[in-house]
């Protein structure tokens, strides 16, 4: 196994390569999870205190006002910049600003608005009716979320979130940058710096390949989520 | 049971105002089925929606058993709301789910056992017969057997009343007969108080004890459904009357009203329920000097009862048919004497 690892593809060693590969999956998941979390509440957030939401009145408003105003800046800087920027944020955060981990705040940071946007799409599509009928059996707030718009809607949110961890991927490519390493990385430092044309198609190749599993998974989880619905 | 009073609403939207209810009053008894028919944009759902308060009113009180709806907190609120079920044009129930999970939703929000739950939605499911597609999913059924699972749905926190916001406007005619027989069933075997909105006056006339007609968030019209068929004052009322209640004289009959060259008058004679106890169209033909043509009849069923609707062409002498006009007015028969306009080929009542 050793020896496998030590020979080279395309002057890369297989371990450096797993290594990285390895990485972008760490990246890409828990920036994922993390981003899902903070995306999901602040969709919720959106969708509740919107005009002919849930939530009225000018607390309402307040809220749906900054969190849109928040979701739409984060989403107008492009990620390179917002990875630079923040630095300094991050080295408070984490101690550092180099490694995987580190650059896990930029990627939060930057997919928690925009999964936020994605969701809060999916979330609109629970028709009003449902919604009304809901509020007319005298559920509260939290019993709407839970018993009626999560389930009528969850197919549709995995498609989002499916979307969104592809975004994710291209992002992570650029963790690099800051020494996170990741397939992206491999790209940047030993084949474009290096003029490596062949391993920089290796690593598109890989791309492509992993952009495939997660859309045929995400594709196959909402389908079956979305079974009996009309 | 519900008591509406002095209710206004008014929706202000960009330089738009509607007035969506303008100083409405209305009593719904506890047990009756109560009415509110109106065209689309009349006002109808916003009334409705007073009543478990998805709607609050700009003025006026609305009180359910007595609780004035304004003055409730929101655990108040919740607790009404699970005695007042309420069902849909759209159902509005989770498509993609089944029979079970969608009438469960209810009972689990009230924090019910499993057991309990599985003994309630068989028990719903049985009444709306429906048992035997408690696992099937929303999607599969259709419109007729969706809107029972909605009735199921409401009925399974045990209401005292029933809210049924146009419940039959998706439904094709056999489909609608069929669950305006269950409403009918949920307020006589449950004794269910329902109010109910709609546009279609065959609703009114199958199912609802009392009713009321809207127009630009008004009422216009109010009373027992056989008064208010029999005796329609506005002329909304008279159109939604109309629309289930043929009469009009057939058009083949017009060249043989005309045809008649002695003197004669039309009358239009409604009998309702059993308010008349004689052979009042038998009478007239035995009468001296009065010859009786039927040039229309219609009879429909209502609440239970009948209402019946005959056009008469009496000929003979003025004095005749003034003394003919006498006798039916003395029956109890409602009687309108009717012109017709040649040139429209309308019927119309005289003034």
Redesign the interface.
Same mark, same amino acid.
């Given at each position: 196994m050793d020896d496998f690892l030590n020979t080279k593809i395309f002057g890369v060693k297989w371990s450096r390569l797993l290594t990285n590969i390895q990485q972008t999956l760490y990246m890409v998941g828990w920036a994922l999870l993390i981003g899902t979390i903070i995306g999901f509440i602040l969709a919720l957030a959106l969708v509740l205190t919107r005009k002919g939401g849930i939530l009225k009145g000018p607390g309402a408003r307040v809220v749906h006002a900054v969190l849109n105003f928040y979701v739409n800046v984060v989403r107008s800087v492009p990620f390179v910049i917002l990875l630079v920027t923040i630095m300094p944020f991050t080295r408070l955060l984490m101690g550092t600003t180099i490694g995987s981990t580190a650059a896990l705040v930029p990627l939060v940071l930057y997919i928690s608005p925009y999964l936020a946007r994605l969701i809060e799409n999916s979330l609109l599509e629970c028709?009003p009716?449902?919604i009304? &009928?809901a %509020?007319?059996?005298?559920?509260?707030v939290f019993?709407v979320i839970r018993?009626?718009i999560i389930?009528?809607t969850l197919?549709s949110v995995v498609l989002a979130l499916t979307t969104g961890t592809i975004g994710l991927l291209g992002a992570s490519a650029m963790a690099g940058y800051v020494g996170g390493g990741g397939v992206g990385d491999l790209a940047l430092t030993y084949g474009y710096e290096k003029m490596n044309t062949p391993l920089m198609i290796l690593t598109v190749i890989i791309l492509v390949v992993i952009v495939q599993l997660i859309q045929l998974l995400g594709g196959a989880i909402s389908a079956k989520?979305? &079974?009996? %619905?009309? | 049971m519900i008591q509406l009073e002095h209710v206004s609403r008014t929706f202000r939207e960009k330089n738009m105002e509607v007035r969506a209810l303008q100083d409405v009053s209305l009593h719904v008894r506890e047990g009756e089925i109560f009415g509110i028919v109106g065209f689309s944009g009349a006002g109808k759902s916003t009334l409705i929606r007073l009543v478990?308060r998805?709607e609050t009113p700009d003025g006026g009180t609305v009180r359910v058993k007595g609780q004035d709806l304004a003055a409730l907190t929101?655990r108040e609120?919740?607790?009404?709301?699970?005695k007042?079920?309420?069902v849909?044009q759209?159902f509005?129930?989770?498509?993609?789910?089944t029979v079970f999970h969608n009438i469960a939703?209810?009972l689990?929000?009230e924090g019910r056992s499993r057991e309990e739950i599985e003994r309630r939605v068989s028990e719903v499911l049985d009444f709306v017969e429906l048992g035997e597609k408690k696992d099937a999913?929303?999607?599969?059924l259709s419109g007729g057997q969706k809107q029972r699972v909605g009735i199921a749905?409401a009925l399974a926190?045990a209401p005292e009343i029933l809210?049924c916001d146009e419940a039959t406007s998706a439904l094709d005619p056999q489909t609608t007969e069929s669950i305006l027989k269950l409403l009918k069933r949920v307020n006589r075997e449950m004794g269910i108080t329902i109010m109910l909105i709609t546009h279609q006056m065959q609703v009114i006339q199958l199912i609802c004890d009392r009713v009321a007609v809207m127009e630009d968030g008004k009422i216009v019209e109010e009373g027992n459904v056989l008064d208010v068929f029999g005796r329609p004052q506005a002329e909304v009322t008279k159109r939604f009357v109309r629309t289930v209640i043929n009469d009009q004289v057939p058009e083949t009959f017009y060249d043989t009203i005309r045809s008649e060259n002695r003197h004669y008058r039309l009358e239009q004679l409604k009998f309702i329920g059993d308010t008349v106890n004689e052979p009042v169209i038998a009478n007239l033909c035995r009468r001296e000097g009065l010859d009786v043509n039927i040039v229309g009849a219609n009879i429909s069923p209502m609440q239970g009862s009948m209402m019946s609707v005959f056009i008469l062409q009496l000929i003979g002498e003025t004095d005749a048919i003034n003394e003919a006009e006498a006798y039916i007015d003395q029956s109890g028969a409602i009687r309108k004497r009717l012109t017709i306009d040649w040139e429209n080929r309308t019927v119309t009542e005289s003034a």
């Open positions: 028709s009716g449902i009304e &009928a %509020q007319a059996m005298g559920a509260n019993q018993y009626f389930p009528e197919g989520l979305r &079974a009996h %619905q009309s | 478990n998805l929101g609120l919740t607790n009404l709301r699970r007042i079920g309420m849909f759209q509005n129930l989770l498509e993609g789910k939703i209810p689990r929000m999913y929303v999607s599969q749905r926190t809210l």
